[in-house]
């Protein structure tokens, strides 16, 4: 199956899960990327590109089949991430008067949408030019949030190899949205152990600082002199599951691998980027800080806190995201 300017499209079954539905697997190739998408959550199982010498590899986290991402599930391996991305605070928030709880799934707080969010859902898949487009519905009430929600979500792989990710959505209830990918990206590859050292960049002049429920204080904290300032390339290192707040400029982020030579850019339509650096990799099936996840998205627990850009998405609005993870070598 061959669809767009030269994207070549494969289809396969990837597995069934305990109720008898299937899940399957679409291949994207292009630019010298190829991308594999799973309808099982949205997933981004895999995304080979070349390094320096041409030669190509994984450097997307992915697991090898359907029971280990079902196994290991709590760290989102390349999954879309919903209702709401990030943490909820309280697991719980007001909307036009209505206090509405959630599931609470890490202490008292919702976090990524809950005990089934979107990562764990199989969606309807359909070729579109240069992809793949996903859809479902997400039912009113769902893990507690309000409103009958339909979503799609178009992964397409521009001439230069580009992964693009464009979400869409409409309610028919007033009701709040974020979403976001959960790729863990290693430029030296996949396998490769950790990714600590990689040189990253992001264009973003403060963090929202967190307490230690991981939940954002209302602050708006300059990088300037702190361990946060991004704003040339440095060394990751460990210890980061922070929002930053963007400053609009593209690319958004850059990811530089030295060794192979690899370059990942990100751009978004998104206000906020969350670095987490995996240091709770067990081993199981990664090590600790086998890859960084660059979540775009809007900041933490947006819903309690006003002074933060809105996540509401009310009838009659159209919900619109898009992210693009570009590849090249220096």
Not at 139 to 154: K, N, Q, S, T, W
Not at 226 to 255: I, Q
Not at 264 to 271: A, D, G, N, R
């Amino acid at each position: 199956m061959q669809t767009g300017s030269g994207t070549v499209i494969g289809t396969e079954h990837f597995g069934t899960l305990a109720d008898g539905t299937a899940v399957h697997r679409w291949t994207l190739e292009r630019g010298g990327t190829r991308v594999r998408v799973l309808t099982y959550g949205g997933i981004v199982q895999s995304a080979e590109v070349p390094d320096r010498d041409g030669v190509r590899d994984g450097i997307a986290l992915g697991l090898p089949d359907l029971a280990s991402y079902q196994e290991y599930a709590g760290p989102h391996f390349g999954a879309l991430v919903g209702r709401y991305a990030n943490r909820i605070g309280g697991a719980s928030f007001e909307l036009d008067g209505r206090t509405h709880h959630l599931t609470r799934n890490e202490g008292r707080n919702h976090l990524h949408g809950g005990a089934y969010g979107f990562g764990k859902r199989v969606w309807d898949a359909r070729a579109v030019p240069d992809g793949v487009e996903l859809s479902l519905v997400s039912a009113d009430g769902e893990e507690g949030f309000p409103g009958r929600v339909e979503l799609m979500a178009a992964y397409t792989l521009d001439e230069d190899g580009a992964l693009r990710i464009a979400y869409r959505a409409v309610t028919d209830a007033p009701t709040v949205l974020n979403l976001t990918n959960h790729t863990y990206w290693n430029l030296a590859g996949a396998d490769s152990g950790s990714a600590l050292g990689q040189r990253l960049r992001i264009a973003a002049r403060a963090v929202t600082p967190v307490d230690a429920e991981s939940l954002p204080t209302g602050e708006f904290l300059p990088v300037e002199g702190t361990r946060f300032d991004f704003r040339e390339p440095r060394s990751v290192s460990k210890e980061y599951d922070h929002n930053f707040v963007l400053d609009g400029t593209d690319p958004a982020a850059e990811l530089y691998d030295e060794g192979s030579g690899r370059v990942l850019t990100v751009t978004t339509t998104e206000p906020g980027l969350q670095l987490y650096t995996a240091d709770h990799f067990d081993g199981r099936p990664f090590g600790p800080c086998a890859g960084i996840a660059l979540e775009t998205q809007h900041f933490p627990d947006s819903p309690n806190r006003p002074e933060f850009p809105s996540t509401v998405l009310r009838p009659g609005e159209e919900y619109t995201s898009t992210t693009v993870y570009g590849f090249s070598v220096r």
